[in-house]
């Protein structure tokens, strides 16, 4: 019988809620990246989504996110990585999208992931099966370390951040300024109340599913 956990990522809970269940499914440990990245001062509820970006403060955001900017993994901090994840033999990362990709803190522990088989499940504000959120899976991929075999994705649009919203809106957000804010309205519309209880049963039968596809 293989060994899973199910490591995530989350700012204000739309990851989170996908990985509890994951975690359920399988009985599998629950790991937060905090967990193996450690804490910022004063940040313990580092919880959800860039669709999820926010935090307790916004002295506390600028300084999540400065961490995010420098994260560098020190050798004693891989070895004790390496130790934590070698107890496992597969891994359902969750993770939300930062410019169409893992969002930073993810980004800097994928590729510490090693012969494992590794299934992906993220949270993002675009429409599923976009573009955006396909080419996210890629990413994902691509910053693996070596050896892992990918078993499956699941993505799932999730509630945008209001304060992310007001941003947009203020165009105050690089790489967004000009863009066709009311086809994002809509889409943000779309995007609310999500993950909704439909949304928590599909992942429980993607976790089944790739837990099949491990003990095959």
Known sequence: MVKWCVLYSSVTGNTRKLAQVAAETLEADLLNVNDLLG??????????????MGGPSERS???IEARRR??????????????????YDCIMVGYWLRRGAPDQR???LLPKISGKRVAFF?????????????TAFARAGALLGPDNMVLGT??????VNPALIRRRLEGNVPGHRGEDLEA???????????????????????TKRMQTLAEA
């Not at 004693?76 to 070698?86: F, H, M, T, V, Y």
């Not at 993220?122 to 396909?134: L, M």
């Not at 699941?154 to 509630?159: L, R």
Request: charge should be negative.
């Open 184 to 206: 994002c309205k809509k889409r943000w519309a779309a995007a609310a109340g999500h993950p909704d209880a439909n949304d928590l049963e599909r992942m429980r039968g993607f």
């Open 154 to 159: 699941f993505g799932c649009q999730a509630a």
């Open 106 to 108: 993810m980004a800097a």
């Open 61 to 63: 955001s600028v300084e």
């Open 39 to 52: 804490f910022l001062p004063g940040s313990s509820e580092m919880d959800g989504d860039l669709s999820d």
């Open 122 to 134: 993220q949270t993002h504000g675009a429409y599923e099966g976009s573009e955006h959120a396909v």
């Open 70 to 87: 420098s994260m560098v993994i020190s050798a004693e901090d891989l070895s004790e990585i390496s130790a934590r994840l070698d107890r």
